[in-house]
């Protein structure tokens, strides 16, 4: 667990040096929105069950998660949230 902590430092002091203070406003102003929000109170847990969604996948195809459980006992769900 240290080590974690002293990468998470270098990466806080990295990140400090390369971005703008105007940035860091535009960052800590989100982080605040979001917090007013509640939206942490509406997220679902570990073990909850998800409502019935469609996304599309890599190539473009439409997947529904009810198509998906009818395929297997379990899904796993990863968000990745950036730019690619």
């Given at each position: 667990?240290?080590?974690?902590?002293?990468?998470?430092?270098?990466?806080?002091?990295a990140?400090?040096?390369?971005?703008?203070?105007?940035?860091?406003?535009?960052?800590?102003?989100?982080?605040?929105?979001?917090?007013?929000?509640?939206?942490?109170?509406?997220?679902?847990?570990?073990?909850?069950?998800a409502?019935?969604?469609?996304?599309?996948?890599?190539?473009?195809?439409?997947?529904?998660?009810?198509?998906?459980?009818?395929?297997?006992?379990?899904?796993?769900?990863?968000?990745?949230?950036?730019?690619?």
């Amino acid at each position: 667990m240290a080590q974690l902590a002293v990468r998470l430092n270098r990466i806080r002091r990295a990140s400090r040096r390369s971005i703008s203070p105007e940035l860091v406003v535009q960052m800590r102003q989100a982080i605040e929105e979001l917090r007013a929000s509640k939206a942490m109170t509406r997220v679902l847990r570990e073990g909850h069950e998800a409502p019935p969604f469609a996304l599309l996948d890599t190539r473009g195809e439409r997947v529904r998660l009810e198509d998906l459980l009818e395929q297997s006992r379990a899904v796993v769900l990863n968000f990745f949230r950036g730019h690619w």
